[in-house]
C-alpha cells in the first residue's frame, strides 16, 4: 500500500480505532495495552468522560476566536496553572517544540531588556530532546536530527549529560540560560540527581542567568509530583510543557515568572491558534482532574508497584534488562538486548511500549492505571522477555 504521507515515521502496521482508559482497540478488533500513552500525551487514559464532555461543550459553543480578543477559556488555564507553580505568566501554544521556542526567546529577551544583549547562549546537555524546529534541534544538539538542514541555528552550548565542571565551565560573559529536561525523555529516561538540579538552580543564581526546564515529557503528574523539579525542591525561572496538559488534545505552554517574562510586552511572540478554545477546555480538565485530591498520591502509590514488579522482571531476566530507571510513572528499562526487539516482542503479546536512546525501553502508562493494569502489563512483558530469551544464542542467555 502507498501512503500520501510524507515518510518521516517509522510506523508500526497496527491500526488503533477506539481506545478506553489504559487498553487500544486495533481495526482486528485486538486490545493492546497503552503503556506509551502516545508518548507521554494520554495522561488520563483514552475517551475520559471528564475530557470528553469538555471538548464536547466547548465544540458547542466557539472553537476559535483569535487572540486578538480576550479568552476566558485560556485565562482559567492560565489561572490553574499559576496557582499550581512558581509561575506568574503563561503562553500558550500547540507543541513542546513551540513552548521551547517561546522559552528560549523570552530568556534572551529578558536579557536584552536588562541591557546586556550579548547574553544569547543558552547551555544544554548532551541527550537532551527538546523538538524538531531549527532552534529546538540545535538545543538538543543531535546531529541526527540536524545533518542536511542547513547551517545550525546559533547560540547553544552543549556540555555531557551530568558534567558540572564542564557545566560551569561552559558559563560566559554571553551565556543567558541554562535549559535541561529534569528527566531526559527521548535521551533515555535519564534523570537529573535533585542535589544537581539544586547545584545548577544556585548556579544561573550567582551567575545572572535563567534556569529554563523542559517538562514537556516530566510534567503534569508523569513523575508522581505536578512538576518534576518539585522533587528537588527548586523552581525554575521559566518552563516548558505539552504532551500530557491537553490529554490529546494539541496544547503547550510556556510557564515563568513576572521578572523572566517582563521582556515579553505587546507584539514580541504570538501564535495563530495559542490557548485555542477546545484546546483550553480540554487542558482545564486535565488540570482539574490532576489537582485533584489524592490524585498525584495515587500516581506515587502505583509507581511504587510498577517499579517493585519490574524489578522483579529484571531479576528473572538478567540477559534482556540491565537497568531499571526514572521517576514516577516515566520508567526506562535500559537493555542488554536491542531495545526495538523488545518493542515488537511487548507488541506481540499485545502491550504497547515505547523506545528510546540509550538502549531503553519507555513505560509511559496513562496516570490513571489501576493495580490490575500494572499486573496485566508485567505478565505480558515477562513474556515477551522470555520470547527475546528464547530467540538467543546459549551463550548470550547467561552474559549478564
Ligand atoms: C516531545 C518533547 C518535546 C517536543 O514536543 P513536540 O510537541 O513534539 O514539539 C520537547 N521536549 C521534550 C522533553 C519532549 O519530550
Not at 176 to 189: D, H, R, T, Y
Not at 304 to 313: C, G, V
Not at 319 to 337: C, D, P, Q, W
Amino acid at each position: 500500500m502507498t501512503s500520501s504521507l510524507l515518510p518521516v515515521y517509522a510506523r508500526a502496521p497496527l491500526t488503533f480505532e477506539k481506545g478506553e482508559g489504559a487498553w487500544l482497540v486495533a481495526t482486528d478488533g485486538r486490545r493492546y495495552l497503552d503503556f506509551g500513552s502516545g508518548i507521554a500525551v494520554n495522561a488520563l487514559g483514552h475517551a475520559h468522560p471528564q475530557l470528553m464532555a469538555a471538548l464536547h461543550d466547548q465544540a458547542a459553543k466557539v472553537w476559535h476566536i483569535s487572540n486578538l480578543y480576550q479568552n476566558p477559556v485560556a485565562e482559567a488555564l492560565a489561572k490553574k496553572l499559576t496557582d499550581a507553580t512558581f509561575a506568574d505568566l503563561v503562553f500558550f501554544t500547540n507543541s513542546g517544540a513551540e513552548a521551547l521556542e517561546a522559552s528560549i526567546k523570552m530568556a534572551r529577551k529578558y536579557q536584552a531588556v536588562n541591557g546586556r544583549p550579548e547574553r544569547n547562549r543558552i547551555v544544554t546537555f548532551e541527550g537532551a530532546f527538546h523538538g524538531r524546529t531549527l532552534a529546538t534541534i540545535a538545543a538538543g544538539g543531535q546531529r541526527k536530527y540536524m545533518e542536511g538542514f542547513g547551517p545550525d541555528m546559533p547560540g547553544f552550548d552543549q556540555v555531557p549529560f551530568g558534567d558540572e565542571a564542564a557545566l560551569k565551565a561552559a558559563i560566559g560573559p554571553e551565556t543567558a540560560a541554562i535549559l535541561l529536561e529534569p528527566v531526559q525523555g527521548e535521551g533515555g529516561i535519564r534523570p537529573v540527581p535533585p542535589e544537581t538540579l539544586r547545584r545548577i538552580r544556585q548556579l544561573c543564581d550567582e551567575n545572572g542567568l535563567l534556569l529554563i526546564l523542559d517538562e514537556v515529557q516530566t510534567g503534569v503528574g508523569r513523575t508522581g509530583k505536578l512538576f518534576a523539579h518539585e522533587w528537588a525542591g527548586i523552581q525554575p525561572d521559566i518552563m516548558a510543557i505539552a504532551k500530557g496538559i491537553g490529554g490529546g488534545f494539541p496544547l503547550g505552554a510556556c510557564l515563568a515568572t513576572a521578572e523572566a517574562g517582563k521582556g515579553m510586552v505587546p507584539g514580541t511572540h504570538g501564535s495563530t491558534f495559542g490557548g485555542n478554545p477546545l484546546a483550553a477546555a480540554v487542558g482545564n480538565a486535565v488540570m482539574d482532574v490532576v489537582t485533584g485530591e489524592g490524585f498525584l498520591e495515587r500516581i506515587q502509590q502505583v509507581a511504587l508497584l510498577l517499579k517493585q514488579r519490574l524489578a522483579e522482571i529484571k531479576d528473572r531476566h538478567p540477559a534482556v534488562i540491565a537497568e531499571l530507571r526514572g521517576e514516577g510513572l516515566m520508567v526506562g528499562l535500559k537493555l542488554h538486548a536491542p531495545n526495538g526487539e523488545l518493542v515488537r516482542a511487548a507488541q506481540e503479546e499485545g502491550l504497547l511500549l515505547i523506545a528510546a536512546g540509550d538502549n531503553v525501553v519507555r513505560l509511559l502508562p496513562p496516570l490513571v492505571i489501576t493495580d490490575e493494569d500494572v499486573a496485566e502489563a508485567v505478565g505480558r512483558l515477562d513474556r515477551a522477555c522470555a520470547t527475546m530469551e528464547a530467540g538467543m544464542k546459549p551463550a548470550m542467555r547467561g552474559a549478564a
